[in-house]
Protein backbone atom coordinates (compact mmCIF):
# COMPACT_ATOMS: atom_id res chain seq x y z
CA UNK A 1 0.00 0.00 0.00
CA UNK A 2 1.10 3.36 -0.97
CA UNK A 3 0.14 6.35 1.15
CA UNK A 4 0.73 9.65 -1.43
CA UNK A 5 0.23 12.77 -0.32
CA UNK A 6 -1.67 14.48 -2.70
CA UNK A 7 -1.71 18.26 -2.21
CA UNK A 8 1.40 19.81 -1.12
CA UNK A 9 5.23 18.75 -2.51
CA UNK A 10 6.80 20.00 -5.20
CA UNK A 11 3.82 19.89 -7.57
CA UNK A 12 2.53 22.87 -5.76
CA UNK A 13 4.98 24.76 -4.20
CA UNK A 14 5.92 28.31 -4.93
CA UNK A 15 7.97 30.09 -6.40
CA UNK A 16 7.41 28.01 -9.69
CA UNK A 17 7.51 28.91 -13.72
CA UNK A 18 10.22 29.41 -16.24
CA UNK A 19 11.74 32.77 -16.20
CA UNK A 20 14.59 34.91 -17.54
CA UNK A 21 18.09 35.35 -16.56
CA UNK A 22 20.01 38.54 -16.73
CA UNK A 23 21.98 36.82 -19.45
CA UNK A 24 19.07 35.98 -21.33
CA UNK A 25 18.98 32.33 -20.82
CA UNK A 26 15.62 30.25 -20.16
CA UNK A 27 15.55 29.41 -16.16
CA UNK A 28 12.53 26.62 -14.63
CA UNK A 29 12.12 26.60 -11.09
CA UNK A 30 10.45 24.09 -8.94
CA UNK A 31 10.35 24.66 -4.89
CA UNK A 32 9.81 21.15 -2.65
CA UNK A 33 8.05 22.63 0.43
CA UNK A 34 6.18 21.05 3.18
CA UNK A 35 4.70 22.33 6.57
CA UNK A 36 4.90 20.06 9.60
CA UNK A 37 1.62 20.23 9.81
CA UNK A 38 1.11 18.61 6.25
CA UNK A 39 3.70 15.87 7.13
CA UNK A 40 1.87 14.87 10.23
CA UNK A 41 -1.74 15.33 8.26
CA UNK A 42 -0.29 12.34 5.60
CA UNK A 43 1.42 10.99 8.38
CA UNK A 44 -1.56 9.70 10.29
CA UNK A 45 -3.38 8.64 7.24
CA UNK A 46 -0.39 6.44 6.72
CA UNK A 47 -0.10 4.93 10.25
CA UNK A 48 -3.88 4.30 10.65
CA UNK A 49 -4.01 2.16 7.39
CA UNK A 50 -0.84 0.46 8.44
CA UNK A 51 -2.58 -0.45 11.78
CA UNK A 52 -5.37 -2.04 9.47
CA UNK A 53 -2.47 -3.76 7.40
CA UNK A 54 0.56 -5.95 9.28
CA UNK A 55 1.57 -2.57 11.56
CA UNK A 56 4.72 -2.03 9.22
CA UNK A 57 5.56 1.62 8.20
CA UNK A 58 8.26 2.52 5.39
CA UNK A 59 8.42 6.22 5.24
CA UNK A 60 10.77 7.37 2.27
CA UNK A 61 12.33 10.54 1.54
CA UNK A 62 15.36 12.02 0.77
CA UNK A 63 16.81 13.44 3.67
CA UNK A 64 20.34 12.83 3.35
CA UNK A 65 20.16 15.42 0.67
CA UNK A 66 17.17 17.40 1.31
CA UNK A 67 15.93 19.83 3.81
CA UNK A 68 12.08 19.24 3.06
CA UNK A 69 13.13 15.49 3.60
CA UNK A 70 14.79 15.63 6.82
CA UNK A 71 11.63 17.80 8.43
CA UNK A 72 9.60 15.08 6.72
CA UNK A 73 11.45 12.45 8.32
CA UNK A 74 12.15 14.19 11.91
CA UNK A 75 8.13 14.67 12.01
CA UNK A 76 7.44 10.68 11.00
CA UNK A 77 9.79 9.86 13.85
CA UNK A 78 7.92 11.94 16.49
CA UNK A 79 4.80 11.21 15.26
CA UNK A 80 5.72 7.59 15.33
CA UNK A 81 5.42 7.87 19.44
CA UNK A 82 1.92 7.90 19.50
CA UNK A 83 1.56 4.61 17.55
CA UNK A 84 3.53 1.99 19.35
CA UNK A 85 1.66 -1.07 17.73
CA UNK A 86 3.06 -0.26 14.73
CA UNK A 87 6.91 -0.46 13.30
CA UNK A 88 7.83 2.69 11.28
CA UNK A 89 11.21 2.34 9.35
CA UNK A 90 13.28 4.82 6.73
CA UNK A 91 14.54 4.57 3.18
CA UNK A 92 15.95 7.30 0.95
CA UNK A 93 14.29 7.08 -2.31
CA UNK A 94 16.65 5.63 -4.36
CA UNK A 95 17.00 2.70 -2.02
CA UNK A 96 13.42 1.92 -1.53
CA UNK A 97 12.74 2.43 -5.42
CA UNK A 98 15.39 -0.45 -5.98
CA UNK A 99 14.41 -2.44 -2.79
CA UNK A 100 10.71 -2.67 -4.65
CA UNK A 101 12.36 -4.26 -7.51
CA UNK A 102 14.38 -6.61 -5.82
CA UNK A 103 12.12 -7.42 -2.96
CA UNK A 104 8.43 -6.22 -2.95
CA UNK A 105 6.81 -8.62 -0.01
CA UNK A 106 9.41 -6.77 2.81
CA UNK A 107 6.64 -3.84 2.27
CA UNK A 108 3.62 -3.29 3.89
CA UNK A 109 2.97 0.42 3.95
CA UNK A 110 4.51 2.95 2.23
CA UNK A 111 4.50 6.78 2.85
CA UNK A 112 6.19 9.49 1.02
CA UNK A 113 5.19 12.77 -0.61
CA UNK A 114 3.81 13.69 -3.84
CA UNK A 115 6.83 13.22 -6.33
CA UNK A 116 8.10 10.01 -4.74
CA UNK A 117 4.69 8.73 -4.46
CA UNK A 118 4.01 9.46 -7.76
CA UNK A 119 7.31 7.40 -9.20
CA UNK A 120 6.92 4.62 -7.00
CA UNK A 121 3.19 4.01 -7.11
CA UNK A 122 3.55 3.04 -10.91
CA UNK A 123 6.50 0.89 -10.19
CA UNK A 124 4.89 -0.80 -8.08
CA UNK A 125 2.07 -1.22 -10.00
CA UNK A 126 3.83 -3.45 -12.10
CA UNK A 127 4.46 -6.11 -9.78
CA UNK A 128 0.99 -6.81 -10.58
CA UNK A 129 1.20 -7.37 -13.80
CA UNK A 130 -1.30 -5.29 -15.06
CA UNK A 131 -3.13 -1.74 -13.99
CA UNK A 132 -6.39 -3.77 -14.13
CA UNK A 133 -5.62 -5.23 -11.01
CA UNK A 134 -4.87 -1.93 -9.31
CA UNK A 135 -7.41 -0.12 -6.53
CA UNK A 136 -6.42 3.69 -5.53
CA UNK A 137 -8.05 6.06 -3.16
CA UNK A 138 -8.35 9.76 -3.20
CA UNK A 139 -8.77 10.41 0.81
CA UNK A 140 -9.79 13.93 2.32
CA UNK A 141 -9.74 15.28 6.02
CA UNK A 142 -13.15 13.34 6.59
CA UNK A 143 -15.95 11.84 4.72
CA UNK A 144 -15.43 8.53 2.61
CA UNK A 145 -12.97 9.51 -0.38
CA UNK A 146 -13.26 8.91 -3.99
CA UNK A 147 -11.78 4.61 -4.47
CA UNK A 148 -11.21 4.13 -8.59
CA UNK A 149 -9.02 1.57 -10.12
CA UNK A 150 -5.66 3.40 -11.44
CA UNK A 151 -6.66 2.52 -14.93
CA UNK A 152 -8.77 4.69 -17.47
CA UNK A 153 -11.60 3.92 -19.10
CA UNK A 154 -10.02 2.59 -22.17
CA UNK A 155 -12.09 3.69 -25.26
CA UNK A 156 -9.86 1.28 -27.70
CA UNK A 157 -11.67 -1.69 -25.81
CA UNK A 158 -15.08 -0.19 -25.17
CA UNK A 159 -17.93 -2.83 -25.89
CA UNK A 160 -15.50 -6.05 -26.27
CA UNK A 161 -16.09 -7.55 -23.10
CA UNK A 162 -12.15 -7.48 -22.90
CA UNK A 163 -11.67 -5.61 -19.67
CA UNK A 164 -10.40 -6.44 -16.79
CA UNK A 165 -12.84 -5.67 -13.34
CA UNK A 166 -10.46 -6.60 -10.77
CA UNK A 167 -9.44 -3.42 -10.11
CA UNK A 168 -12.64 -1.91 -9.70
CA UNK A 169 -14.19 -4.54 -7.51
CA UNK A 170 -11.06 -4.50 -5.17
CA UNK A 171 -11.54 -0.15 -5.23
CA UNK A 172 -14.65 -1.34 -3.68
CA UNK A 173 -13.16 -3.56 -0.88
CA UNK A 174 -10.60 -0.83 -0.26
CA UNK A 175 -13.73 1.69 -0.01
CA UNK A 176 -15.62 -0.70 2.86
CA UNK A 177 -12.22 -1.19 4.65
CA UNK A 178 -10.81 2.20 4.85
CA UNK A 179 -13.68 4.40 3.75
CA UNK A 180 -16.64 2.79 5.56
CA UNK A 181 -14.46 0.59 8.44
CA UNK A 182 -16.08 -2.50 7.32
CA UNK A 183 -12.98 -5.23 7.19
CA UNK A 184 -15.29 -8.00 7.28
CA UNK A 185 -17.20 -7.05 4.28
CA UNK A 186 -13.97 -6.42 2.84
CA UNK A 187 -12.48 -9.10 3.69
CA UNK A 188 -15.20 -11.10 1.70
CA UNK A 189 -14.46 -9.09 -1.15
CA UNK A 190 -10.96 -9.32 -1.60
CA UNK A 191 -10.98 -13.24 -0.59
CA UNK A 192 -13.67 -13.86 -3.39
CA UNK A 193 -10.79 -12.11 -6.17
CA UNK A 194 -8.38 -14.60 -4.69
CA UNK A 195 -10.79 -17.55 -5.43
CA UNK A 196 -11.29 -16.50 -8.72
CA UNK A 197 -7.44 -16.25 -9.07
CA UNK A 198 -6.69 -19.11 -7.61
CA UNK A 199 -8.73 -21.34 -10.02
CA UNK A 200 -7.12 -19.82 -12.78
CA UNK A 201 -9.41 -17.28 -14.74
CA UNK A 202 -7.80 -14.24 -16.23
CA UNK A 203 -8.46 -11.55 -18.57
CA UNK A 204 -6.46 -10.89 -21.33
CA UNK A 205 -4.16 -8.40 -19.57
CA UNK A 206 -2.74 -10.77 -16.95
CA UNK A 207 -3.44 -14.11 -19.30
CA UNK A 208 -0.82 -17.12 -18.64
CA UNK A 209 -0.45 -20.61 -20.26
CA UNK A 210 -2.50 -22.86 -18.01
CA UNK A 211 -5.58 -20.47 -17.18
CA UNK A 212 -8.85 -19.75 -18.33
CA UNK A 213 -9.29 -16.77 -20.80
CA UNK A 214 -12.77 -14.96 -19.66
CA UNK A 215 -14.03 -11.99 -20.38
CA UNK A 216 -14.97 -9.21 -18.56
CA UNK A 217 -18.67 -10.43 -17.81
CA UNK A 218 -17.44 -13.78 -17.55
CA UNK A 219 -14.53 -12.93 -15.00
CA UNK A 220 -17.74 -11.21 -12.95
CA UNK A 221 -19.88 -14.10 -13.12
CA UNK A 222 -16.87 -16.04 -11.25
CA UNK A 223 -16.58 -13.12 -8.87
CA UNK A 224 -20.51 -13.19 -8.22
CA UNK A 225 -20.42 -17.19 -7.35
CA UNK A 226 -17.44 -16.43 -4.80
CA UNK A 227 -18.67 -13.94 -2.96
CA UNK A 228 -21.91 -15.77 -2.74
CA UNK A 229 -20.34 -18.68 -1.65
Same mark, same amino acid.
Given at each position: ?? =? ?9 G ?8 ? %? ?8 ? *? ?10 ? =? ?7 ? @?????? =????? =?L??S??? @???? %?????E ?27 ? *? ?15 ? %???I ?59 K ?9 ? @? %? ?9 LL ?15
Amino acid at each position: MV =VRELTGGIYFGQPRGIFTTE %TGEKRGLNTM *VYTESEIERIGR =VAFETARKR @RGKLCS =VDKAN =VLEVSQLW @RDRM %TKLAQEYPDVELTHLYVDNAAMQLVRAPKQFDTI *VTSNLFGDILSDAAAML %TGSIGMLPSASLGASGPGLFEPVHGSAPDIAGQDKANPLAQILSAAMMLRYGLNQPQAADRVEKAVLQVLEQGD @R %TGDIMSPGMNLLGCRAIGDSLIKAVSQ
